[in-house]
T-cell receptor, first 120, second 111 residues
Framework: DTGVSQNPRHKITKRGQNVTFRCDPI?????LYWYRQTLGQGPEFLTY????????KSRLLSDRFSAERPKGSFSTLEIQRTEQGDSAMYLC??????????????????FGPGTRLTVL | ELKVEQNPLFLSMQEGKNYTIYCNYS?????LYWYRQDPGKSLESLFV?????AVKQEGRLMASLDTKARLSTLHITAAVHDLSATYFC???????????FGTGTRLKVLA
């Protein structure tokens, strides 16, 4: 399977603990995005990487959230001192920014299965 | 800041009927995407609309984009039960990489 993968798929933690999620994008994709989705809502943008550079970060993202993409391949999202309000599905997506290779579907995002976080 | 609104939020329709979902956005954008999400699943890309007047069709779904009106439509023709899902549009503000998703339209097709 060459799609986007995310681990773990489910995470239950106690309030105040730190958690880290991993995303492995489609191998040739240079762009990677993190989103958060709560029940009944659309995905909410968290941050964006082009290769290893973090180019955009939501103002909604508090200092407790940090993301990395150290070698321009996989990415990690860490939440420190988790709160109950952090309970959500965390989605990762990747895309290819090259016009010629995208078959006209420029920057089409492919989503992973998500990591469901429950903070008790 | 860019706002994206979809309507209706909920849609229950009979098999065989036609209907249209609307996606309005508040600021200039030249790219719009449509996604489908089944319950408990992740998002699946449906359409990529890159220019004013773009129209894309696949099966019973057809999407169009009017950048001057800041409006995209997703038209469903002769609905079937398998189309039951939540549909999201997403817009990228010009000059950014930030995708803003609409609230979603939950579609239920009744047999």
């Amino acid at each position: 399977d060459t799609g986007v993968s995310q681990n773990p798929r489910h995470k239950i933690t106690k309030r105040g603990q730190n958690v880290t999620f991993r995303c492995d994008p489609i191998s040739e994709h240079n762009r990677l995005y993190w989103y958060r989705q709560t029940l009944g809502q659309g995905p909410e943008f968290l941050t964006y990487f082009q290769n290893e550079a973090q180019l955009e970060k939501s103002r909604l993202l508090s200092d407790r959230f940090s993301a990395e993409r150290p070698k321009g391949s996989f990415s990690t999202l860490e939440i420190q001192r988790t709160e109950q309000g952090d309970s959500a599905m965390y989605l990762c997506a990747s895309s290819l920014s090259t016009w010629g290779l995208a078959g006209g579907r420029y920057n089409e995002q492919f989503f992973g299965p998500g990591t469901r976080l429950t903070v008790l | 800041e860019l706002k994206v609104e979809q309507n209706p939020l909920f849609l229950s329709m009979q098999e065989g009927k036609n209907y249209t979902i609307y996606c309005n956005y508040s600021t200039t954008s030249d790219r719009l995407y449509w996604y489908r999400q089944d319950p408990g699943k992740s998002l699946e890309s449906l359409f990529v609309l890159l220019s004013n007047g773009a129209v894309k069709q696949e099966g019973r779904l057809m999407a169009s984009l009017d950048t001057k009106a800041r409006l995209s439509t997703l038209h469903i023709t002769a609905a079937v039960h398998d189309l039951s899902a939540t549909y999201f549009c997403a817009v990228v503000t010009s000059g950014t990489y930030k995708y803003i998703f609409g609230t979603g339209t939950r579609l239920k097709v009744l047999a």
